[in-house]
């Protein structure tokens, strides 16, 4: 399996740390509990709740992103209730209808598909805003027949979002301060929250995550970690028994431990933001380089991902040396495409990246 | 995490075979493919249709065994239909209601619980009968209201059982025989298998499995891989789209290459054989070692779990010096306890084990 | 559609009592507001919580006694709990998996099908007993492992039973306890209720049920309405939004007042109560005569369905002149029948019975 | 209850046409079997396959709407399937989640809520069209991502809309041979359809409809039935057992002649297509009234729903003498409202209905 072309196409292309694999090494004939209930699940929570700085909160490890989502909108779900999300949301549009699996509806909010025209990429795509949620729910509650419609019982926002962009302090308070207004919970997606922490351009923390949001996640598999990923409820959770709610989705590894001591390395000594640190010099790199050659930025995305416009021809004459992520079709001779850096990626790569491009 | 007392309280306590890590090190800049669309995937895959004689088999890794009875039984399941287990299946019992999550109901078969008292141990205890299955679904469509009930449409067994007995050639071919004889596919789970496989008392090989049943799973968490399982459908999936089942269930691994060589690595120079086979070695060891010094089988297991009763006073003393597996209280001055062997014990750990017994 | 044989098959073979048809024709050109809002709703409602004495009652009207379980048991559990019933329970065998469907397994207790041995009939078949529901919810937090299981978090049972017997006040008042003291709703299936609480040898009274239970269905279906059952939360829902689970569940009718109306005249002039009498005394006679007759009773039920056990000559006998339900084979040379009677069997059709007896 | 005022708030305030109440008292008495067994259940429905000309269809009677949407919608998917329907569809706004509830994603087409501002009003508001349909379902199966998306497994559509337009023959002939070029069913959703059938803008017939869709319902609740929808597969359902899926959806009514001879008595005599034909009359003239008194028409409704605007003092003062039905606030001082006639509507009521406006 040699001679592979290097590859742009995602963020979830290599292993792990080596830190991690290390130490997986290390405590392999450890006899550990299992099901998240050893030293090192309380050890990595505890480090987190200390970054945190929520003392109270519950923190739970789990596998992957879609099966994050799902467990955790069902958490926080009444049967009779659906989640608020962007259209271009991932539980709206990438993952088989695992919500709707669960018996939740996935109410869509905004411009319907209209961003790409109106909206000015690089800062809002993929994003909802506070005065579209508080429309849609005061517009709910307004409705003569509300009891015949899907109760928005929580709002799911990505952060960063699966085009890259990212919120402000001020647009994630305000978005908080609707929720809080309607009683509603309010849920970050954060598969690549690392790349977002880190962005230059961002001056949201995890501590305002944790102020802010009611539930969020911390990605592993995009971000270092072999797979995985850490819930937290910053003022813990509100139902008695969240561990048969995880069982019940397939959700709950036997051998938890693995998780908590991945998380327990990635949040030791600064590695996970200083490896999300990487990804982001990387992209800015890889962004410079692009403006330079004169490549049209599809979004001005601040983080990890980097969305161009290529001729189709140019494509074809790509696809002999690198692999990149198509996005989409944007009209008969151009294509959009993502190229991703990651935790990994070494100058190296995107000098020889550039050459190519 | 010192000076931990040895444990025999399960068979998923330890990491993975060493030579997984060194492959995960080894691979683990390489750039592969998300979603188990990779080499290595079909690489087991590959490896695991040849030792199972199944070219036209369809192979898919998931991550552990409730999320694999879930999916698995779903893409079985017409919506009317429920899946026939034994009252100790784990799906009957301990899986948090997965499968009724699912909107599927366990039909369970078996004398009720009564198997303590009249089963032989070691013999039949969580196991089903073909006769008793072949009785309830000819009874169910014999009674005039069946369609107002639970259509039998799939039939769930394990191998080894809960209880670590095993089904015999004969057994599993009459069971088989009365699935087809009303067209009910038959799901073999084998969180165990390595284990049932190896057992000296055993004369089923892992071609008469895939002979016999529809669908079955390679355990891989409780045999020698970090987590994992590898589910075989002999004869293909029935349905058109397998992965968004799985994706709907959060179920498919976005570095699914990870599942995939730690199977190839399994399945490469017998060594998922070699280790299973290992951890029955000790447990004959172990049983005889317990035999000489007059404990009681509560079941004459012939795989890696083995069950004895102890009396109250012995196992605080037993506390003190070994962690192992609490069963249920069997009277009020007597405890059943299991101590589990697996691909990793070693000589001395049963040595060391029997001077505290 | 001539000369029908006389049937006794069971309770919901005829019509509507004819002052509720009059009643339909009184007010059919009468405008009224739909999905229950109306004042027929109001109207029976109030005069349910009057007759129960619980003015803070909820009352809703279903169209059917499946719909109605799964939508009552669905408003008491949360997503990780099941429901505890009888293996006889309607629930765990006859209505096609609706709990399931709707993601809840349904518990069974009891002596798993020997109570046909082992139980006095006429006592005690279809119950369950406080002692084995305590033993049951006691053994489940005792359950070392019960995160990995379904928790009980509603009690069912049928009042008449599926088998015609009745709680005593003392059983009800004992089951009521054990559920009070783990903080689990019980919830009673009155598809029957009238013909239970007109029973001679009943000591349970509506009020009784009223304070004992948590929810309890007014069947109206087998007892004098055309379809219908009115649930009643003697102390109200638990929950914010009843209205939407109920549209959810397709159990919504658009001419709601349909139903207010019929328990409205079923709930004036004591008729529900009246009519219901009419069916145990006509029961009371056939049993009397059946008794004369010589026949086997398979059950001593004290309510409107008789169990007979019948040679199969008989049988073939009886094929020619009446209708009756079909219930169990009981021996190679005997089976089980039901004999039912209704709201509005009369005495001449006893008495032609009792002819062809 | 005297003096209500005069309703044109819905086509669901009335009982029955006059004709069933007479069939269902000379009926009340006789003995009929259950859950949809019975003669009259098999007359309707051999009724509507004559006129429909589907000899080898399959007809099923259920108690309303919502039930009927999420029962059908359940038969026709696979797990991993949802419906396309319009924005404005019945399933996508005002079930409270019923699909959702049945685990599948309503998948939403159409120009997003831009209908308002672009589309001609009573030409295509409420409506899809081929094209849409055809796009979505190529860019779907284009997407090279769509197995981690829901796929395309039934389309819905109602006609008449919710809004009372109409498909012509042409509109409908091509989504369905869009449905039949994707392998994809398509459903009818007829609440209202005899309204539709009988306007005389449309050249649509019932046999056009079950030529042309795989399955529809034909409503009774707004169309002179005490409740009720007859669902139509004109070609037989496509699996083996619908009775269990109906019981398990709480949609079996135990007294399912009730349906059956509604039914049966709409569809004799043309009785069903009569006194859909006098709403669409009393609808032409309450329309021509609302003209010639100047009232702006928000949507040019053929069927019997009209759609008026009104400003907001217009609308205190019909607040006193009639009741409509509320449907959306058109600016600071205007508002819509639906006035719909029905089977029932006698000329002196639009005449009534015209001094008040």
């Not at 409820?233 to 693995?258: C, D, S, Y």
């Not at 040396?321 to 989409?328: A, L």
């Not at 000098?351 to 491009?357: N, T, V």
Request: charged share 25%; aromatic share 10%.
């Amino acid at each position: 399996m040699m001679d592979r072309k290097i590859s742009f196409s995602s963020d979830y292309t290599k292993g792990a740390h080596p830190r991690i694999l290390e130490r997986l090494s290390e405590t392999n004939f450890e006899q550990i509990d299992g099901y998240g209930t050893d030293e090192y699940c309380k050890s990595a929570a505890d480090k987190i709740k200390e970054i945190c700085e929520c003392p109270e909160g519950d923190v739970f490890f789990l596998a992957g992103g879609t099966q994050t989502n799902q467990t955790v909108i069902d958490m926080l779900l009444k049967p009779y209730e659906g989640v608020v999300a962007a259209k271009t949301g991932h539980i709206s549009v990438h993952e088989a209808g695992a919500i709707e699996f669960s018996g939740h509806k996935v109410l869509n909010i905004g411009n319907c598909g209209e961003e790409k025209d109106t909206l000015k990429y690089g800062d809002n795509i993929g994003k909802i805003s506070a005065s579209e949620l508080d429309r849609f729910v005061a517009g709910f509650y307004d409705d003569a027949n509300h009891e015949h419609m899907v109760f928005p019982g929580a709002v799911y926002i990505s952060h960063p979002t699966e085009y890259g962009t990212l919120y402000t302090r001020k647009e994630l308070s305000d978005i908080s301060a609707v929720c809080k207004k309607y009683g509603v919970p309010l849920f970050l997606d954060g598969a690549r929250l690392g790349y977002g922490l880190m962005s230059k351009r961002s001056d949201v923390t995890i501590r305002d995550i944790a102020e802010l949001v009611d539930v969020f996640y911390i990605g592993g598999t995009k971000v270092g970690a072999l797979f995985g990923e850490a819930v937290v409820f910053p003022r813990g959770t509100r139902i008695a028994h969240p561990v048969p709610v995880i069982k019940q989705h397939g959700a709950l590894l036997a051998k938890g431990w693995i998780l908590g001591l991945m998380f327990d390395t990635l949040f030791t000594d600064n590695l996970y933001f200083d490896i999300s640190k990487n990804a982001i010099e990387m992209a800015d790199l890889l962004r410079e380089g692009l403006r330079n050659k004169g490549y049209e930025l599809f979004i001005d995305s601040p983080t990890n991902q980097q969305f161009i416009v290529v001729t189709n021809e140019k494509l074809k004459e790509l696809d002999k040396n690198i692999r990149y992520g198509f996005w989409e079709k944007k009209d008969e001779g151009h294509t959009v495409i993502r190229l991703a850096t990651d935790w990994a990626t070494k100058k190296e790569d995107i000098d020889r990246l550039m050459k190519y491009l």
